[in-house]
């Protein structure tokens, strides 16, 4: 599956680093979301951007900033990440006509 | 009580077989449901949707949807080694635009 793309897939990073988790999609949606993912928890709602506009943020820590340039990109920007953050990152975009949601292939992500 | 709620499993049925997968959920008038695949280390893959009382066919997948009992199931015909995942729930509560609850998943075993 193609129409949902996010780089790395895989991240290792420090407790005091900055990196960035990118997210792109190809279906012409304008709805895009953030989950994550961790052992034996359900899918975690993190944000969700709609034409462009943040319109949901489900308490998620501030180390955790997302982006939205246009309707077709979506950023993760961590920051002083903690070791408990260590999961799955899954990116997913719908059309806000339609509630099916789309998954891209994740970013497994460890922090030491 | 949980929003989504699934039996982690596993499941364990011969091949050949018909698997069995039961969701509840708790918003009574939720309209959409959804039922997702993930294989290990994987992101979650659209399998079926449905949004009215009654049975909904795709190949060797049915849907089935109980509002009245607020139950969703998702069975497999003629079980592969392949179809050997995780299956998610992920229902639309009420008000959440666009926002899906996913339940914890049940994993699907499939033997030879």
């Known amino acids: 599956e193609t129409g949902v793309t996010q780089t790395p897939r895989h991240l290792v990073m420090g407790m005091t680093n900055k990196k960035s988790l990118k997210c792109e999609q190809h279906l012409g949606h304008n709805a895009m979301y953030w989950y994550k993912q961790s052992a034996k928890k359900p899918l975690e709602l993190m944000f969700v951007?709609?034409?462009?506009?943040?319109?949901e943020n489900n308490s998620v820590p501030s180390r955790f900033s997302p982006e939205c340039p246009n309707s077709s990109h979506l950023f993760l920007h961590l920051h002083t990440l903690q070791p408990e953050d260590s999961a799955l990152y899954l990116c997913?975009?719908?059309?806000?006509?339609?509630?099916?949601?789309?998954f891209g292939p994740g970013t497994r992500l460890t922090v030491l | 009580q949980k929003e989504v709620e699934q039996n982690s499993g596993p499941l364990s049925v011969p091949e050949g077989a018909i698997a069995s997968l039961n969701c509840t959920y708790s918003d009574r008038v939720s309209q959409s449901f959804f039922w997702y695949r993930q294989y290990s280390g994987k992101s979650p893959e659209l399998i079926m949707s449905?949004?009215?009382?009654g049975d909904k066919e795709d190949g060797r997948f049915t849907a089935q949807l109980n509002k009245a009992s607020q139950y969703v199931s998702l069975l497999i015909r003629d079980s592969q080694p392949s179809d050997s995942a995780t299956y998610l729930c992920a229902v639309k509560l009420t008000g959440t635009a666009s926002k899906l609850t996913f339940g914890t998943g049940t994993r699907l075993q499939v033997t030879l």
């Open positions: 997913a975009s719908s059309s806000t006509r339609a509630d099916t949601q789309y």
């Open positions: 951007y709609s034409l462009e506009e943040r319109v």
């Open positions: 449905i949004y009215s009382n």
